[in-house]
């Protein structure tokens, strides 16, 4: 994308976060990655480490008074799971967000840009806001972008599943992702049987099945848990 482009597209960001800065450079700073230019000082990883405090203060407050009957242990849980890189990437999606990234040409792939950089460069955007605004104005903001996920149905579901553990046990290790991929699908149509792999650097890739690929995962992520504790 273009520097020029960029900058006339920022009003259509503003709209999405619903926020509009009063100074326009901060926004720009927030969505220029290190690799646009190469440089070592990066207002962007500046602007992202605020912004993942502020993120994680704006959840924590959340969700202490939500869950209000919830342990030390249990908000803890549901805390690494709203600031995890996973769900940083959701959010990055919904308001399409690599479409505002100004960033190299190495660090496009065929598959987009990595969720580091999505979950990154989001985590600035929140610093940007606040930086620009206030602590009230950047909570408003967080929470409209998170309401979704914290108002879920499934979220016990989605917190208590073995797959949201151990991506949470990987990124605490500065691992990558883990990685699932169908091995085979066996059986008669009406009952087929799902092979999984699942590999995490660092450790042996693991096979698991289930009735469906969903189960298959949820195998495979317990039997890594067990490997990793």
């Not at 273009?2 to 509009?20: P, R």
């Not at 298959?216 to 317990?222: G, L, P």
């Amino acid at each position: 994308m273009s520097f020029k482009k960029h900058i006339k597209g920022l009003d259509a960001l503003e709209k999405k976060i619903g926020y509009s800065f009063r100074d326009k450079s901060i926004l720009t700073k927030s969505l220029t990655h290190p690799s646009f230019d190469n440089n070592k000082f990066s207002n962007m990883e500046r602007l992202e480490f605020l912004g993942d405090r502020v993120l994680g203060l704006v959840i924590s407050e959340a969700i202490f008074l939500k869950f209000n009957s919830f342990n030390e242990g249990s908000l803890s849980r549901y805390h690494n799971y709203f600031v995890q890189r996973s769900t940083c990437v959701l959010v990055a999606k919904k308001i399409n967000l690599s479409d505002f990234i100004i960033f190299g040409k190495s660090e496009f792939s065929k598959d987009g840009l990595k969720d580091s950089i999505l979950s990154n460069i989001l985590e600035a955007l929140i610093g940007a806001v606040f930086v620009d605004s206030s602590y009230e104005i950047t909570q408003k903001m967080v929470l409209n972008l998170w309401n979704d996920l914290i108002n879920d149905k499934l979220l016990d579901q989605n917190i208590l599943n073995p797959k949201s553990e151990l991506q949470e046990i990987s990124l605490a290790l500065k691992k990558d992702l883990p990685d699932y991929k169908i091995v085979s699908v066996d059986g008669k149509d009406h009952n087929p049987e799902f092979t999984v792999s699942l590999s995490i650097n660092g450790y042996e890739s693991i096979q698991a099945k289930g009735k469906t690929k969903q189960d298959a995962e949820k195998n495979a992520a317990t039997k890594m848990l067990k490997l990793i504790k």
